[in-house]
């Protein structure tokens, strides 16, 4: 049977040169399946957005004012947010930040009376 495993593979052109190189260290330290190169490209461009967001807020802050005068949060708050949980969340998925355990045991259980 075909391995699907990719051993090294090109970071996407659209990245960050940081972003770029991150995640070549991932793909070169790493051995994913191609399914997990494509969690992790969608992780690279989460952080990218988020950085991409972080950028415009310190520039212009979290707020502004509409027509009537009021402030109103920036869309650039949601899309860090979302970005950020949708980073977080990959890389849970990827397993990337931890060690398998030792051993497997059951779940304790409460025991009731």
Excluded: C
């Amino acid at each position: 049977m075909k391995s699907d495993t990719i051993q090294a593979t090109r970071p996407p052109a659209h990245l960050r040169p940081a972003t770029k190189k991150w995640f070549k260290s991932v793909t070169e330290n790493y051995e994913l399946d191609g399914h997990h190169v494509r969690l992790l490209t969608l992780a690279a461009e989460a952080w990218d957005q988020a950085q991409t967001a972080r950028e415009v807020l310190d520039r212009d802050g979290q707020t502004f004012n509409d027509r009537f005068g009021q402030p109103k949060e920036r869309p650039e708050v949601s899309i860090n947010n979302s970005a950020r949980i949708a980073f977080a969340r990959l890389i849970r998925e990827l397993a990337l930040d931890v060690d398998a355990p030792a051993d497997s045991r059951p779940p304790r259980t409460r025991e009731y009376r």
